[in-house]
């Protein structure tokens, strides 16, 4: 069973910036798609951005040109890249994987079958 492993979250003033990192116990980045997931206070959980060898690259509108997804296969571990970071970024993120997406647009969390732990983004204005 493969195991993901957040870190990297923390707390910032608006516009800092963080960069988050997923670590995966095996090596699972090849014939997979990975993504970054956030949940809010009282939100659903949403997908912020995904990449991989089975799906495309994409990014959710509320986050796009600010933060960058990106992988090193070598070390196993999935990167997120937070900029100019706002208040309403303030969430839980967890990585996520899956080798079938199955048709599934890659930012639903339905066709995810591996979760990490998840690491808390806290944004102050």
């Known amino acids: 069973q493969v195991q993901l492993a957040e870190s990297g979250g923390g707390s910032v003033q608006s516009g800092g910036s963080l960069r988050l990192s997923c670590r995966a116990s095996a090596n699972t980045l090849h014939d997979d798609c990975l993504a970054w997931f956030r949940q809010g206070p009282g939100k659903e959980r949403e997908g912020v951005a995904s990449?991989?060898?089975?799906?495309?690259?994409a990014y959710a509108s509320a986050v796009s040109g600010r933060f960058t997804i990106s992988q090193d296969i070598a070390k196993n571990t999935l990167y997120l890249q937070m900029n100019f970071l706002k208040p309403e970024d303030t969430a839980m993120y967890y990585c996520?994987?899956?080798?079938?997406?199955?048709?599934?647009?890659?930012?639903?969390?339905?066709?995810?079958?591996?979760w990490g732990q998840g690491t808390q983004v806290t944004v102050s204005s």
């Open positions: 990449i991989g060898t089975i799906c495309s690259t």
């Open positions: 996520a994987g899956t080798r079938a997406l199955d048709g599934y647009w890659p930012l639903s969390p339905s066709k995810y079958t591996t």
